[in-house]
T-cell receptor
Framework: EAEVAQSPRYKITEKSQAVAFWCDPI?????LYWYRQILGQGPELLVQ????????DSQLPKDRFSAERLKGVDSTLKIQPAELGDSAMYLC??????????????FGPGTRLTVT | AQTVTQSQPEMSVQEAETVTLSCTYD???????LFWYKQPPSRQMILVIR??????QNATENRFSVNFQKAAKSFSLKISDSQLGDTAMYFC?????????????FGPGTRLSVLP
């Protein structure tokens, strides 16, 4: 069964360092999502891609976060510089979704980031 | 903006018994989707059940069923014959009609423990 892959699974970094997360969606899924999930809370959408284009990044802290999906397949989320408040689980999800239609989102295992 | 509320941070149930998780939401949309997602400890989030707002019939998936009250903006999940594998965080989620960005909102979650 196809799955969303994410790496690394765990990352510990020091404050002010740069960190990057990678996501490989299910093959053929045009839409890719990055979520941040703070411990004890529900996921919060950071950015949504449709193919290689950003559909929504209104909740992405653009002064330190960036996301790209250059060829419309895999994606990288970067934080520079990392802050203590960035400690969270970063989830990637993908779907066949197109505007006006519903398709199920499939989630990856997440990357747990700890900033010290 | 849409909001999703889950008023039960934690719940427990004896194996084989029935439990109901509550969810309320706020929206001005007339057409939307509602979901329950399950996040087992250290495993990825998976979809449990979904409900289209235009459908009056409550969705059912094996031991999982929902009570959708559109006028009250209530969407509860009933788990029958609870099993140890049902132990997880459960998130209620809302998706607006165009599946874009901030139209997908998760609640804060309910931690369910199934006791032997």
């Amino acid at each position: 069964e196809a799955e969303v892959a994410q790496s690394p699974r765990y990352k510990i970094t020091e404050k002010s360092q740069a960190v990057a997360f990678w996501c490989d969606p299910i093959s053929g899924h045009a839409t890719l999502y990055w979520y941040r999930q703070i411990l004890g809370q529900g996921p919060e959408l950071l950015v949504q891609f449709q193919d290689e284009s950003v559909v929504d990044d209104s909740q992405l802290p653009k002064d330190r976060f960036s996301a790209e999906r250059l060829k419309g397949v895999d994606s990288t989320l970067k934080i520079q510089p990392a802050e203590l408040g960035d400690s969270a689980m970063y989830l990637c999800a993908s779907s066949l979704a197109l505007a006006g239609a519903y398709y199920e989102q499939y989630f990856g295992p997440g990357t747990r980031l700890t900033v010290t | 903006a849409q909001t999703v509320t889950q008023s039960q941070p934690e719940m427990s149930v004896q194996e084989a018994e029935t439990v109901t998780l509550s969810c309320t939401y706020d929206t001005s949309e007339s057409n939307y989707y509602l979901f329950w997602y399950k996040q087992p400890p250290s495993r990825q989030m998976i979809l449990v059940i979904r409900q289209e707002a235009y459908k009056q019939q409550n969705a059912t998936e094996n031991r999982f069923s929902v009570n959708f009250q559109k006028a009250a903006k209530s969407f509860s999940l009933k788990i029958s014959d609870s099993q140890l594998g049902d132990t997880a965080m459960y998130f209620c989620a809302f998706m607006g009609p165009d599946n874009y960005g901030q139209n997908f909102v998760f609640g804060p979650g309910t931690r369910l423990s199934v006791l032997p």
